[in-house]
């Protein structure tokens, strides 16, 4: 699933880029009297990239101005820890090319018997054993900052970076239980999971440094 998921993150980065570099041609200084031709949006929908990102490993997004300074914004994708949904808010949005505040929540769906290969700890030794797997829910509070590049169409390319911070224990458990163990049927409360699987566990939930690219097109220009 990880490798289709990449795949897709590239093949989509690939297009973003042609698309970015079309529209970079078409770029012109923010409106002013001496441009006052340029079109503004009220409303974009945008699809995205990145990693601990608002749209997941990849996703969309439809936002609205609230006012002449704040974006609001409801996104959608799928990331490593399951679908990924949320809402965003970006402050100072109407500057261009300078870094503005962004604020954001989200849900991490997780999965629910997830069969996969775990490492874990019984009667002291470390053994290795295919288990089913509970990755609960986890919610995100991601603030951080976004720099963006506006074209003349309405349109504009993002970078964010910022962390994203959970806000609840996503803890995996064993969904069964009990496990089989070197041929032995083990309770689950007798097990616990080694510490690198713990590790392994912490680097694929939905928490960290935060990291993403995306294309939002402008509609209801004006």
Wanted: proline residues 3%; glycine residues 10%; charged residues 15%.
């Amino acid at each position: 699933m990880k490798t289709k998921f990449n795949i897709l993150s590239i093949a989509f980065l690939c297009l973003m880029l042609v698309q970015t570099n079309l529209s970079f041609a078409q770029y012109e200084r923010p409106r002013s009297a001496e441009n006052s031709n340029e079109k503004k949006a009220n409303t974009f929908f945008s699809i995205g990239s990145g990693a601990n990102y608002k749209y997941g490993l990849i996703g969309f997004g439809l936002g609205m101005m609230i006012n002449e300074n704040v974006l609001g914004e409801l996104t959608l994708g799928v990331g490593g820890y399951g679908f990924k949904s949320g809402v965003n808010m970006v402050f100072n949005a109407g500057l261009n090319k300078k870094w503005r505040p962004t604020l954001g929540f989200a849900r991490a769906s997780g999965f629910q018997d997830f069969e996969t290969e775990v490492e874990v700890v019984y009667n002291l030794n470390t053994l290795k054993t295919d288990a089913l797997i509970d990755l609960p829910a986890a919610y995100v509070l991601t603030p951080g900052f976004q720099r963006i590049f506006k074209f003349r169409n309405g349109s504009s390319f993002a970078i964010d970076l910022g962390v994203a911070i959970s806000l609840n224990n996503f803890k995996p458990s064993f969904s069964e239980s009990a496990i089989k163990l070197e041929g032995f049927i083990v309770p689950t409360n007798q097990v616990t999971f080694s510490a690198s699987q713990e590790t392994f566990f912490n680097v694929i939930g939905p928490s960290g440094l935060s990291l993403g690219l995306s294309y939002n097109f402008g509609l209801g220009l004006k």
